[in-house]
Protein backbone atom coordinates (compact mmCIF):
# COMPACT_ATOMS: atom_id res chain seq x y z
CA UNK A 1 0.00 0.00 0.00
CA UNK A 2 2.84 2.11 -0.65
CA UNK A 3 0.67 5.09 -3.05
CA UNK A 4 3.10 8.05 -3.27
CA UNK A 5 6.47 8.35 -1.22
CA UNK A 6 8.53 11.07 -0.71
CA UNK A 7 12.15 11.38 0.89
CA UNK A 8 13.33 12.62 3.04
CA UNK A 9 10.69 13.52 5.24
CA UNK A 10 12.66 16.83 6.79
CA UNK A 11 15.56 18.58 5.18
CA UNK A 12 17.96 21.70 6.47
CA UNK A 13 19.89 23.71 3.96
CA UNK A 14 21.77 26.56 3.94
CA UNK A 15 21.54 29.24 1.21
CA UNK A 16 23.50 28.28 -2.00
CA UNK A 17 22.95 24.72 -1.46
CA UNK A 18 21.37 22.17 -3.82
CA UNK A 19 19.35 19.40 -3.58
CA UNK A 20 16.79 16.85 -4.68
CA UNK A 21 13.13 16.15 -2.81
CA UNK A 22 12.29 12.31 -3.99
CA UNK A 23 8.94 11.29 -5.13
CA UNK A 24 7.75 7.61 -6.25
CA UNK A 25 4.45 6.36 -7.39
CA UNK A 26 3.59 2.61 -7.22
CA UNK A 27 -0.04 3.03 -9.13
CA UNK A 28 0.80 3.58 -12.45
CA UNK A 29 -0.28 7.00 -12.53
CA UNK A 30 0.58 8.87 -16.15
CA UNK A 31 0.14 12.33 -13.90
CA UNK A 32 2.23 13.91 -11.36
CA UNK A 33 2.90 17.06 -10.16
CA UNK A 34 4.70 18.96 -7.23
CA UNK A 35 3.05 21.31 -4.74
CA UNK A 36 4.37 23.64 -1.96
CA UNK A 37 2.44 25.01 0.95
CA UNK A 38 3.22 28.10 2.40
CA UNK A 39 0.75 29.71 5.60
CA UNK A 40 -2.21 31.65 3.85
CA UNK A 41 -1.76 30.60 0.53
CA UNK A 42 -3.00 26.84 -0.10
CA UNK A 43 -1.21 24.85 -2.47
CA UNK A 44 1.05 26.14 -5.18
CA UNK A 45 1.51 23.70 -8.36
CA UNK A 46 5.63 24.30 -9.06
CA UNK A 47 5.66 21.57 -11.65
CA UNK A 48 3.95 18.68 -13.24
CA UNK A 49 4.24 15.88 -15.21
CA UNK A 50 1.82 14.23 -18.26
CA UNK A 51 3.66 10.90 -18.87
CA UNK A 52 7.13 10.04 -18.75
CA UNK A 53 9.82 12.39 -20.72
CA UNK A 54 6.97 15.61 -20.83
CA UNK A 55 7.06 17.99 -18.11
CA UNK A 56 5.72 21.64 -17.74
CA UNK A 57 5.55 24.35 -15.58
CA UNK A 58 3.18 25.59 -12.99
CA UNK A 59 2.47 28.52 -10.73
CA UNK A 60 5.57 28.98 -9.42
CA UNK A 61 8.68 27.07 -11.17
CA UNK A 62 11.60 29.44 -11.06
CA UNK A 63 14.17 28.01 -8.67
CA UNK A 64 13.29 24.65 -9.03
CA UNK A 65 13.62 21.87 -11.86
CA UNK A 66 12.25 18.17 -12.67
CA UNK A 67 12.46 15.60 -14.81
CA UNK A 68 10.60 12.08 -15.40
CA UNK A 69 12.63 9.64 -17.06
CA UNK A 70 9.95 6.87 -16.03
CA UNK A 71 6.42 6.83 -14.88
CA UNK A 72 7.53 6.10 -11.39
CA UNK A 73 9.41 8.82 -10.81
CA UNK A 74 9.56 12.34 -10.21
CA UNK A 75 12.08 14.26 -8.72
CA UNK A 76 12.28 18.01 -7.81
CA UNK A 77 15.48 19.88 -7.93
CA UNK A 78 16.72 23.08 -5.96
CA UNK A 79 19.33 24.57 -8.08
CA UNK A 80 20.59 26.99 -5.54
CA UNK A 81 18.35 27.12 -2.49
CA UNK A 82 17.05 30.35 -1.18
CA UNK A 83 14.98 31.18 2.31
CA UNK A 84 12.01 31.99 0.02
CA UNK A 85 12.19 27.96 -0.71
CA UNK A 86 11.33 27.30 2.93
CA UNK A 87 8.05 25.05 2.52
CA UNK A 88 6.23 22.03 2.63
CA UNK A 89 6.36 20.23 -0.22
CA UNK A 90 3.89 17.57 -1.73
CA UNK A 91 4.28 15.44 -4.70
CA UNK A 92 1.04 13.87 -5.81
CA UNK A 93 -0.02 11.48 -8.87
CA UNK A 94 -3.47 10.85 -10.30
CA UNK A 95 -4.64 8.52 -13.42
CA UNK A 96 -5.88 10.43 -16.40
CA UNK A 97 -8.83 12.88 -16.73
CA UNK A 98 -9.60 15.76 -14.62
CA UNK A 99 -12.31 14.38 -12.61
CA UNK A 100 -9.81 11.36 -11.32
CA UNK A 101 -8.54 12.84 -7.80
CA UNK A 102 -4.86 13.10 -6.77
CA UNK A 103 -3.07 11.09 -4.13
CA UNK A 104 -0.35 13.03 -2.05
CA UNK A 105 2.60 11.75 -0.23
CA UNK A 106 3.34 12.75 3.26
CA UNK A 107 5.85 15.63 2.39
CA UNK A 108 8.81 17.04 2.39
CA UNK A 109 9.56 19.60 5.24
CA UNK A 110 12.24 21.84 4.08
CA UNK A 111 14.15 25.12 5.87
CA UNK A 112 16.62 27.17 3.99
CA UNK A 113 19.07 28.75 6.47
CA UNK B 1 -8.04 32.40 -15.10
CA UNK B 2 -9.22 29.45 -12.44
CA UNK B 3 -9.08 30.27 -8.93
CA UNK B 4 -11.02 29.04 -5.48
CA UNK B 5 -12.45 30.88 -2.70
CA UNK B 6 -13.44 29.44 0.37
CA UNK B 7 -13.78 30.35 4.34
CA UNK B 8 -10.99 31.45 5.48
CA UNK B 9 -11.39 30.73 8.95
CA UNK B 10 -10.08 29.25 11.61
CA UNK B 11 -13.81 27.55 12.49
CA UNK B 12 -14.19 26.43 15.98
CA UNK B 13 -16.87 24.14 16.77
CA UNK B 14 -18.13 22.46 19.78
CA UNK B 15 -19.08 18.08 18.90
CA UNK B 16 -22.05 17.79 17.69
CA UNK B 17 -22.31 21.20 16.09
CA UNK B 18 -23.59 21.67 12.35
CA UNK B 19 -20.49 22.44 10.26
CA UNK B 20 -20.62 24.67 6.92
CA UNK B 21 -17.33 25.78 4.93
CA UNK B 22 -18.16 27.65 1.63
CA UNK B 23 -16.81 27.45 -1.50
CA UNK B 24 -16.65 29.32 -4.89
CA UNK B 25 -15.15 29.00 -7.50
CA UNK B 26 -14.04 30.69 -11.70
CA UNK B 27 -13.37 28.65 -14.20
CA UNK B 28 -13.18 28.33 -18.04
CA UNK B 29 -15.29 25.42 -18.82
CA UNK B 30 -16.59 22.85 -16.55
CA UNK B 31 -14.48 22.12 -13.46
CA UNK B 32 -14.67 18.59 -11.38
CA UNK B 33 -14.84 19.78 -7.77
CA UNK B 34 -12.83 18.38 -4.98
CA UNK B 35 -12.85 18.55 -1.06
CA UNK B 36 -9.28 17.09 0.43
CA UNK B 37 -8.41 17.10 4.12
CA UNK B 38 -5.03 17.59 5.40
CA UNK B 39 -4.50 15.73 9.42
CA UNK B 40 -1.43 17.09 11.09
CA UNK B 41 1.75 16.39 10.18
CA UNK B 42 0.15 14.45 7.25
CA UNK B 43 -0.36 15.25 3.22
CA UNK B 44 -3.90 15.86 1.42
CA UNK B 45 -6.41 13.12 1.56
CA UNK B 46 -9.53 13.17 -0.89
CA UNK B 47 -12.65 13.54 1.07
CA UNK B 48 -14.75 14.20 -1.79
CA UNK B 49 -15.64 15.04 -4.93
CA UNK B 50 -18.38 15.93 -7.72
CA UNK B 51 -17.87 15.97 -11.47
CA UNK B 52 -20.99 17.59 -12.86
CA UNK B 53 -23.44 19.93 -12.07
CA UNK B 54 -25.97 19.19 -9.13
CA UNK B 55 -23.95 15.71 -8.39
CA UNK B 56 -23.36 15.40 -4.62
CA UNK B 57 -20.25 13.83 -3.06
CA UNK B 58 -20.14 12.29 0.38
CA UNK B 59 -18.69 10.84 2.50
CA UNK B 60 -18.11 10.21 6.32
CA UNK B 61 -20.84 12.23 6.96
CA UNK B 62 -19.86 15.33 4.78
CA UNK B 63 -21.74 16.62 1.86
CA UNK B 64 -21.08 18.86 -0.87
CA UNK B 65 -23.29 19.63 -3.96
CA UNK B 66 -21.82 21.25 -7.04
CA UNK B 67 -23.83 24.10 -7.61
CA UNK B 68 -23.12 25.23 -11.19
CA UNK B 69 -25.63 28.68 -10.99
CA UNK B 70 -23.99 30.02 -7.87
CA UNK B 71 -20.58 28.45 -8.53
CA UNK B 72 -20.19 26.84 -5.13
CA UNK B 73 -19.36 23.38 -3.66
CA UNK B 74 -20.29 24.13 -0.12
CA UNK B 75 -19.09 21.47 2.67
CA UNK B 76 -21.33 20.37 4.82
CA UNK B 77 -21.52 17.96 7.96
CA UNK B 78 -24.48 17.79 10.35
CA UNK B 79 -22.53 16.67 13.71
CA UNK B 80 -19.24 17.41 14.16
CA UNK B 81 -16.84 15.23 16.03
CA UNK B 82 -13.14 15.77 17.67
CA UNK B 83 -11.57 13.76 14.83
CA UNK B 84 -12.40 16.08 12.29
CA UNK B 85 -10.30 18.44 13.19
CA UNK B 86 -8.14 19.03 10.23
CA UNK B 87 -7.51 21.92 7.53
CA UNK B 88 -9.74 21.47 4.38
CA UNK B 89 -9.22 22.35 0.98
CA UNK B 90 -11.59 23.21 -1.47
CA UNK B 91 -10.27 22.92 -5.19
CA UNK B 92 -10.74 22.11 -8.93
CA UNK B 93 -9.63 20.77 -11.87
CA UNK B 94 -10.07 21.16 -15.93
CA UNK B 95 -9.38 18.15 -17.80
CA UNK B 96 -8.89 19.60 -21.71
CA UNK B 97 -5.92 17.89 -23.50
CA UNK B 98 -3.87 16.69 -21.13
CA UNK B 99 -3.91 19.50 -18.29
CA UNK B 100 -5.18 18.19 -15.06
CA UNK B 101 -4.15 20.61 -12.80
CA UNK B 102 -5.48 21.09 -9.58
CA UNK B 103 -6.27 24.66 -8.13
CA UNK B 104 -6.70 24.76 -4.48
CA UNK B 105 -8.31 27.41 -1.95
CA UNK B 106 -6.53 28.63 0.44
CA UNK B 107 -7.79 26.44 3.10
CA UNK B 108 -9.77 26.79 6.21
CA UNK B 109 -8.78 24.90 9.58
CA UNK B 110 -11.42 23.50 11.79
CA UNK B 111 -10.84 22.63 15.35
CA UNK B 112 -13.57 20.61 16.74
CA UNK B 113 -13.63 20.75 21.15
CA UNK B 114 -14.94 18.04 22.99
Known amino acids: NAGVTQTPKFQVLKTGQSMTLQCAQD?????MSWYRQDPGMGLRLIHYSVGAGITDQGEVPNGYNVSRSTTEDFPLRLLSAAPSQTSVYFC????????????FGDGTRLSIL | GNSVTQMEGPVTLSEEAFLTINCTYTATGYPSLFWYVQYPGEGLQLLLK?????DKGSNKGFEATYRKETTSFHLEKGSVQVSDSAVYFC?????????????FGKGTLLTVNP
Open chain 2, 50 to 54: ATKAD
Open chain 2, 91 to 103: ALSLSGGSNYKLT
Open chain 1, 27 to 31: MNHEY
Open chain 1, 92 to 103: ASSGQGGNQPQH
